[in-house]
Structure formats: C-alpha cells, structure tokens
C-alpha cells in the first residue's frame, strides 16, 4: 500500500491522542504523521502489539501478507503469504521505528470528556491528557469474555480462557475440551490433535461456516473483498454455492452445513472458520465433535445433549468484550452490544473529534480495514484541523484590524 505523502504540517494547539499501540492505532498516528499533525500513541503495556504477543504460537495471519500490510511500509517477503504471530510482532515495532510515532507505553487511559472543544484523557498517575481529536483504538479482542455457566466457580478441573493458551505441550497425554468453533477455537483443537493430546473435543453451540484459506490458489480474503459491499442475500447465495464446491460435508461428523447464511451470519458478528487443520483432524477422528457446554458440576462438564464428560482440561475460545464502557460509556456512542455507532472517518453526532478503528470484523480482513480506516481519519482530522487553525488565523487577524 502506498502512504499519502508528508503534507505541509497541522499545528491545532494539542497533539491528536491516539488509545491503543496495535495494528489499528499504529496506523493512524503513522497517517497522521504523513499529513502534518502530531500523533500521540498511548499504550498501556510496555510495547506495541500487546494483543498480538499474547496469542497462541500457532497463529497466523488468516489474510495474506500482500493485502495486510499498514499504510506506509509493506511486510517483507521472507515473512511468507502467512504471517506468523512472531513476525507480526516484529512487523509492528519496525513500523513505530519506521515511522518515527510517538509512542508512551504504561498508561492507560480510564475515561476521556469532552471539554469546550477539546477532549480530556484521564490516565495512569493522575494524568489529565487535553487533546484536539482521540482515537480509540484498543482492539476487537480486548478483554476475554466467559460465559457464566453454571457451576463454573466451583469447578475442580483446569479451566482457562483460550487467551491464556500457548501451545499444546503442557497438554501432552491430556483429554482436553475445547470450547467454541471460532477461528480460535478451531485452530486450537486442531494444533492439540496435532501436538499430542491424546483426546480433544470440540463442543460446538453454533455451526460455523468453514472456508478454505486458499482455493486453486485464490485467497478466500480476496472473495471476501469482492463480494463486501454486495446484498446479503447475494453473498448468502454465493457462499452457499461455493460451500458446495469447496468445503467437504462433516455433517456425519457432527458439523451440518449451516442453515443461515455467511453474510447474515458476519452482520451478527461472527466471521467463517478458516480451515487450518481443523476439517482433516474432524474427518480422522483426532477432534471430536461435541454439544455445547452447559454448565459444571463437581469435575465433570454437562453438555446441552445431557453427556456429561471429565476432560483433563477446559479451554474457552469464548470471545472477547470490546470493554469499551469504562473509556466512553457515559458519552452516548455505543450501541446495545457496546461497540461504537460509527467508526473510521465518522465521529458520534454527540461527539465531534472522537474516532474508532478497529471495532469491526469484516470478511475482508482485519489489518486491510485499518489501514483503509487510518487514511481516512487522518484525512478527516487533517481537514478539521486546518478549519480550526484558519478560523483561528481569521479571528487573530480581524482583532489586528481593529487594533
């Protein structure tokens, strides 16, 4: 991806603060830059791609390096077509050095306000931050979500969020659940069927839509650009076709073929499951497939189907909460699910100068909507901010005259 080159700079009288040293937030102070105005990048941990360095080992950008790179620098060809999480990592602290981004790491910002025409970032150690325009940009995946089963507090067995999860070693020779037939939930068991677990299971509420991660070659990422701004009856036509075509029927394995369809399915928030390894470990029997958890009693899980199994171990791959009440809550600028109304270039009616990234979870991929969302925010702010510095200058120059 080509940057938008440096522009003469943008002096509003305080620096664009942006919450969140991931992909998203990177990106934004990176186009900000590029346009002449000062970015500030708050990171609460002590470096950038915190969320990044905490998953699981196996992972791997699901969408292919040429269309994931950030505005301004690509990824190297040595990473490969799929980026490993390490390289990320380190694909992300070349691109704060490559930039030069201003970056502070260990502050948190608890609560942001509106004040006159500014806004207020309250932070870590009592800092009272004023900034001209904020951008949140801390994550889809912020904080891991459990679902309150029952009997889960006083459950005796190993139960972790699949956050918590690594690799599959310490689970050698274990009988092992894993909850939630998510991308992560999907690429876990298949990385424990592989990696010497003796049983895994794989306790399924929804079925998900399951799509090859390449097809003769073509990514499914670029079908999924392709079709992104089609009707969703269309794509739910279309993805029923191609799921004919492309992906083998495990309903004998317990996995129908879902009955709503892919793009219905993404509006509700939930994306296709790559196939990674997980189909060929369904079919030889290594993952098995199993109903959806219903609560705990004593050390045995209890399935929707009445089973009642004792794994040696529990991993959630439950979702995430976007978490977002603490920081804006009170401003009026989320919806129901607690995700912002608008995001990208759009601020809330009820607050002007205040931007999101990075809240969405589109089939075209994620890291390719950030960097198409951080150009057009750092062009919304750009223009905002030069209004403001010409009505200024207009203002300063009418009260010389009549001096």
């Known amino acids: 991806m080509v940057t938008t080159p440096h522009e003469p700079p943008v002096h509003p009288a305080h620096p664009v603060y942006v919450i969140g040293g991931g992909p998203g937030g990177l990106a934004v102070a990176a186009a900000l830059r590029g346009r002449g105005v000062r970015a500030v990048v708050l990171e609460k941990s002590d470096a950038v791609g915190a969320s990044w360095r905490a998953h699981y080992d196996r992972l791997r950008l699901h969408t292919t390096r040429r269309l994931s790179a950030l505005p301004g620098l690509k990824m190297p060809r040595s990473f490969g077509r799929w980026v490993a999480r390490a390289d990320v990592v380190r694909y992300l602290e070349k691109y704060a050095e490559h930039h030069e981004l201003e970056v502070v790491t260990g502050v948190e910002v608890f609560g942001v306000e509106r004040s006159g025409g500014e806004w207020v970032l309250h932070a870590t150690g009592g800092r009272r931050l004023v900034g001209s325009a904020v951008v949140v940009a801390t994550g889809f995946n912020h904080t891991p979500s459990l679902p309150g089963w029952p009997g889960m507090e006083a459950y005796g067995g190993e139960l972790i969020h699949a956050r918590a999860y690594r690799n599959p070693e310490p689970y050698a020779g274990k009988d092992v659940l894993v909850v939630g037939a998510g991308n992560t939930g999907a690429e876990i068991a298949a990385d424990l069927a592989g990696g010497g677990a003796e049983r895994v299971r794989l306790a399924v509420r929804t079925v998900p839509h399951i799509v090859r991660r390449t097809t003769a070659g073509w990514p499914a990422q670029r079908t999924g650009i392709l079709v992104r701004r089609l009707p969703v009856p269309v794509v739910d036509r279309l993805g029923a076709v191609l799921a004919r075509v492309a992906a083998p029927d495990l309903t004998a394995y317990g996995l129908p073929?879902?009955?709503?369809?892919?793009?219905?399915?993404?509006?509700?928030?939930?994306?296709?499951?790559?196939?990674?390894?997980?189909?060929?470990?369904?079919?030889?029997?290594?993952?098995?497939?199993?109903?959806?958890?219903?609560?705990?009693?004593?050390?045995?899980?209890?399935?929707?189907?009445?089973?009642?199994?004792?794994?040696?171990?529990v991993i959630a791959a439950t979702g995430y909460r976007r978490a977002l009440e603490p920081l804006v809550g009170d401003l009026g600028v989320l919806d129901e699910r607690g995700r912002p109304v608008v995001h990208g270039a759009r601020c809330p009616r009820e607050a002007p100068?205040?931007?999101?990234?990075?809240?969405?979870?589109?089939?075209?991929?994620?890291?390719?909507?950030?960097?198409?969302?951080?150009?057009?925010?750092?062009r919304a702010i750009a223009r905002r901010a030069a209004r403001a510095t010409k009505a200024t200058k207009a203002a300063e120059d009418a009260k010389t005259e009549r001096v």
Do not use: C, H, W
């Not at 399915?265 to 109903?291: F, M, N, T």
């Not at 100068?353 to 750092?378: C, Q, V, W």
């Open 257 to 313: 073929r879902p009955d709503t369809g892919l793009a219905t399915r993404q509006r509700q928030g939930a994306i296709p499951v790559q196939d990674v390894g997980l189909v060929e470990a369904v079919r030889s029997g290594k993952v098995e497939v199993v109903a959806a958890v219903e609560g705990f009693e004593g050390g045995e899980v209890v399935l929707a189907d009445g089973t009642r199994i004792a794994p040696d171990a």
């Open 353 to 378: 100068g205040l931007y999101f990234t990075g809240f969405t979870n589109p089939i075209s991929g994620m890291f390719r909507e950030l960097a198409i969302d951080a150009e057009k925010i750092a």
